[in-house]
């Protein structure tokens, strides 16, 4: 009997590399978007007290971008075509949403666009992290600290705003 190609020795880590290699290059598109505004717009912005060092962002984001890739793996490994469909389907939709929240925030320079983005990316992690723990858990787990991180990024979203409007 012939393995299923999604369990061939040699293509699941090809596999793991294509999954966290898409998740960095969303996090590379969203900081190509956000670097101009880097320089003169984000600086001046008032900013609540508890705004982490700019240097806590790419450091944060590559760790969640590592473990929501190694989590789409574990999805693509563990299930079949179809039951990986629609988890599939909702990890690309909030790797989407991740990024237009940059455009919007800062390539279009308007915290309140970035909140409302920033809303639906909420509700589509919450939706794949539900989706991807009916698979795997350990796959779901993954998704923690990128659930927590999005909460912790609208408060500052909406506090900018709110200081800005």
Known sequence: MQRPRHLDPLTSPIMLLVF?????LAGRLGAYITEPS???WYPSLVKPAWTPPNLAFPIAWTLIY???GIAAWLIWKEAGR?????PLGLFFLQLGLNVLWSAAFFGLRDPLLGLLVIAG?????V???LSFAK?????????L??????GYATALNAAIWQLNG
Do not use: D
């Not at 990316?121 to 992690?125: E, K, Q, W, Y």
């Open 38 to 40: 880097l320089a003169e």
């Open 82 to 86: 179809g039951a990986r469909r629609l």
């Open 20 to 24: 966290v290699i898409i998740c960095l």
């Open 127 to 129: 939706a794949t992290t």
């Open 135 to 143: 698979i795997s858990r350990v796959a779901g787990w993954l998704f």
């Open 145 to 150: 600290p990128y659930i927590l991180w999005l």
């Open 66 to 68: 590592l473990a929501i």
């Open 121 to 125: 990316l909420i509700g589509a992690v």
